[in-house]
């Protein structure tokens, strides 16, 4: 992303907020972060925690930066504050410390106030003057509220404005998700030559597609699912030293995320490079669904929405579903938002506009048969309708044992 982005991203959100400052502060909580690390990335540009960023209603930015000890910088490296020249191109008007001096590894929620004393006048200050503070509601706020007990009466919500702005893609984001989606689709192949294997194992399979990742310089957008036989039945079952049975299905469901942007894309193979008849049947009523799902999204209409079952993309799955008795098989909804997070920011009651990316996901899991099936595939909403961003990755029963047969001559 270009640097001029992120100030054109702040400038965007301060028009939408009356009298408040935006703040922002992701930190560390033992070994995870806390606070939201790409909302932080999505107006700022970085991703380092501990830091903080204060959008005030004049547009003008602060960054504030945590004052380690030099033999910190000796321990990770100077990349863990970002240059005075790179929070310079990134727009920042100026660029404080945070507070006192931190002597631990890194900021987190339980440093005393001295560490963020800076920041904490300056919103005194600011409270002072009448305004008040946004930000996304997070266990690093009730600290603050601890630190400083006036913060409670000033503090307002802006988490509807983030998502307005967060699930509109641009063009390029949309170039970040495709690239993340290309990635995951070559993933794809690399878990269906691994399926194939003389003895294939789920943790195998697991290391195949991660590894590919890695080469093509991404991450993982969530912890990867490789779920054969009965374990397919499980939605998040994580990969164990477990041998995929011959006669089995197993569902693959993994994402790159490539520049920060993630792909989520689930398919479900025949280990034996054939479906059976059974597998087939159910395989194509929820490849029906997804076709049906795909076909009714655009914007206006709604990822769930009760009030509203025939503008619901979820009501019209479960729809499709009960006509084959399947219904209590669909366990789960048919999509979410994508973006930064792989379950991204956004109200699911809220209809879908140009420019959100989703997932649409039918699936079914019978335990008593050994069979889940999920097909999974990321979608561009556009005028009148939703562009598919993983379509190179096949999916139809003919196109899938094609692939199969194809990488057996491997
Ligand atoms: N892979 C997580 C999901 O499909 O939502
Ligand atoms: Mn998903
Ligand atoms: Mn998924």
Redesign the pocket.
């Known amino acids: 992303m270009e640097n001029h982005v992120y100030a054109e991203r702040r400038r965007v959100l301060v028009e939408r907020l009356q009298h408040s400052v935006a703040l922002f502060a992701p930190v560390d909580v033992g070994n995870s972060p806390c606070g939201d690390v790409n909302t932080f990335f999505y107006f700022t540009g970085l991703r380092q925690l501990g830091l903080a960023c204060c959008i005030m209603p004049d547009g003008t930015s602060i960054l504030y930066v945590p004052r380690y000890r030099s033999e910190r910088l000796r321990w990770e490296g100077d990349s863990i504050i970002p240059s005075l020249e790179v929070a310079q191109k990134l727009g920042f008007d100026s660029v404080v410390f945070l507070g006192e001096e931190c002597t631990r590894f890194s900021v987190s929620l339980f440093d005393p106030a001295a560490i963020w004393s800076n920041l904490l006048g300056d919103l005194k200050d600011w409270f002072e003057k009448g305004l008040s503070v946004g930000w996304c509601k997070h266990p690093l706020g009730l600290r603050f509220e601890l630190l400083l007990p006036e913060l409670h009466a000033h503090v307002v919500s802006i988490d509807s404005e983030i998502a307005h702005l967060r699930r509109r893609k641009t063009k390029v984001e949309v170039g970040h998700l495709t690239r993340a989606c290309d990635i995951t689709a070559l993933a794809h192949e690399a878990a269906i030559y691994s399926i194939l294997d003389k003895s294939p194992n789920e943790l195998t399979v697991r290391a195949a597609v991660e590894y590919l990742f890695t080469e093509h310089g991404a991450a993982l957008a969530?912890p990867s699912v490789v779920a054969s036989g009965v374990n397919a039945t499980v939605l998040h079952h994580k990969p164990a030293n477990i041998a995929i049975e011959k006669n089995d299905l197993v569902v693959v469901?993994v994402?790159a995320k490539f520049e920060g942007y993630c792909a989520?894309i689930?398919r479900t193979y025949p280990v034996s490079g054939k479906f059976s008849d059974r597998q087939r049947y159910l395989y194509e009523i929820v490849l029906s669904v997804q076709e049906a799902v795909a076909e009714a999204a655009c914007p206006g209409m709604f990822l769930r929405n009760p009030e509203e079952p025939e503008k619901s993309l979820h009501h019209i799955a479960c729809a499709i579903f009960k006509e084959h008795n399947l219904d209590a098989y669909f366990i789960h909804g048919i999509?979410?938002y994508?973006g930064l997070d792989?379950?991204d920011i956004g109200s699911y009651s809220e209809p879908l506009v140009e420019g959100d990316v989703i997932?649409i996901?039918p699936g079914v899991y019978i335990p008593e048969e050994n069979i889940g099936i999920r097909i999974?595939d990321d979608f561009w909403i556009v005028s009148g309708g939703a562009v598919c961003l993983s379509d190179s990755l096949p999916r139809s029963v003919e196109d899938v044992e094609r692939l199969c047969a194809e990488i057996k001559t491997i």
Do not use: K, N, R
Request: charged share 30%; glycine share 16%; hydrophobic share 25%.
């Open positions: 969530f469901d994402g989520d689930s999509g979410h994508l792989v379950h997932t996901e999974e």
